[in-house]
């Protein structure tokens, strides 16, 4: 991969890390307004509306999802600088650019990705 191409795939990462952190940001005042101390000093509304404390878990997944996307672009950062960036680290083959585009972050080849998901 070029450096032009490197420049452009390093532009993409730092705009989707700037985004996710802002969500993440969000998510976390969010859950820290209305969640927080015990179950018995639980604002009214989450007490008497047991679907909020399901809402409230599924906001710590996805911010742990969301973390481990973070790590993910930090990452393909580090490979950029050390211009690795586009290739599997597994099988070393370049990664196609189809993919690069639908997850910038992608360290693997679809073949490769696939594989470690079966075990
Ligand atoms: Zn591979």
């Known amino acids: 991969m ?4 490197m420049q452009v795939w390093k532009e993409r990462l730092l ?5 996710l952190r802002g969500e993440v940001r969000q998510m976390a005042d969010t859950t820290r307004t209305e969640g927080g101390g015990s179950s ?3 604002p009214t509304h989450i007490a008497d509306l047991g679907t909020d404390a399901y809402d409230q878990e599924f906001t710590f997944q996805l911010m ?3 973390q481990e996307v973070l790590d993910q672009i930090n990452a393909s ?3 950029i600088e050390k211009g690795t960036y586009g290739q599997c680290e597994e099988c070393g083959a ?3 650019s189809a993919r ?3 997850i910038p972050y992608a360290s693997m080849c679809v073949k490769c990705a696939s594989d470690l998901e079966r075990g």
């Open 2 to 5: 070029s450096q032009t191409e």
């Open 15 to 19: 705009a989707l890390r700037d985004r």
């Open 40 to 42: 018995s000093r639980l």
């Open 64 to 66: 742990e999802n969301e």
């Open 77 to 79: 950062l580090e490979r």
């Open 94 to 96: 370049r990664i196609p």
């Open 100 to 102: 690069l585009v639908a």
